[in-house]
Structure formats: structure tokens, C-alpha cells
């Protein structure tokens, strides 16, 4: 089932160089409303646990320390195909493979300080949105 809804977080590199409001506005213009938000930071629990299921690997520490380094934005968006088409306008992980004017193109610089964060399915955009909103702060 397609719940037309997907999660994302602006990174803490992309809040560090003042990316937010174009990233907002790219999400926007490509017909994403967003139907949760918060500024907020991740404690180092909190990073472990959304991203347990790397906790095997070679970057997980790494990936701790960043993601927990500063402030992120969190949000939850609804578009028809969310998922996919928010990974479309995102671009590759890697922003060295990212399409042309895809976010990670124009914003993140390496495999590891990508940017911005999309849902890979429908159920992982239910779990990672109810890991960072209640139900009553989506509207
Ligand atoms: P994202 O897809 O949002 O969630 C998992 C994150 O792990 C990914 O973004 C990158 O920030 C990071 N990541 C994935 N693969 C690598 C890698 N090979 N080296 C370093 N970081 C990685």
C-alpha cells in the first residue's frame, strides 16, 4: 500500500551553510506539501537508532557524529509517488553520481555529507516520520 507520504531531514551540513530555505523551496516547487516540520537535534541515542540498520557498517560512526554535529530540519511531506519521486529529486547518495539539478547536486558534497535524507519505501517513511513526530504534530 502507497501512503503518499515520505520523511526527509535536511542535514546538518546543509543547515550549516544556510541551505534551508533554498531546500525548502526546491521541495516545494516540485508539488511536496509539508505536512509535519521541526527544527530540532539528534542526541547521539537518537542517531544510533534511526540509523540501526547501518550499525554494521564500516561509516556508522561517522555517521553518528555527523548527523548529531548540529541542528537538522525534520519533515514529513505528501505527494502522490512521494517516495520515489522525492528520491528522484534528490539525486544519487553519492552527489558525484547525482542528476543535474537534483538536491544533492547543488547542495551536498560528499557520500557522507549528502545533505538531505529521503525515505527508501513507504513502510520506512512510516517508521523513521513516527520516530521523530507524534501524531498530533502532522497535519
Ligand atoms: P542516507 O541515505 O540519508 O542514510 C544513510 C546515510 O549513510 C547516507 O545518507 C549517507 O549519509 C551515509 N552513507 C551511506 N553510504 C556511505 C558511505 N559509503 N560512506 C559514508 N557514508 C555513507
Redo the contacts with the bound molecule.
Keep these: 500500500m502507497t501512503t503518499n507520504r515520505t520523511f526527509t531531514m535536511i542535514k546538518p551540513d546543509a543547515v550549516e551553510k544556510g541551505h534551508i530555505g533554498a531546500i525548502l523551496e526546491k521541495i516545494n516547487s516540485a508539488g511536496f506539501k509539508i505536512v509535519a516540520m521541526k527544527f530540532t537535534q539528534l542526541s547521539k541515542g537518537d542517531a544510533e537508532k534511526f ?1 540501526e540498520i ?1 550499525n554494521e ?1 564500516p ?1 556508522f560512526a ?2 553518528v557524529q ?1 548527523m548529531t554535529r548540529g541542528p537538522i530540519v525534520a519533515a514529513i511531506l505528501e505527494k502522490e509517488n512521494a517516495v520515489e519521486d522525492f528520491r528522484a529529486l534528490i539525486g544519487a ?1 553519492n552527489p558525484a553520481e547525482a542528476a543535474e539539478g537534483t538536491i544533492r547536486k547543488m547542495f551536498a558534497t560528499s ?4 545533505a ?3 525515505s527508501d519505501s513507504d513502510e520506512n517513511a512510516a517508521i523513521e516520520g513516527a520516530f521523530h513526530f507524534s501524531g498530533r504534530e502532522v497535519y
Design positions: 540509523y547501518h557498517r561509516f561517522d555517521l555527523f547518495t557520500i557522507s555529507e549528502n538531505v535524507h529521503g
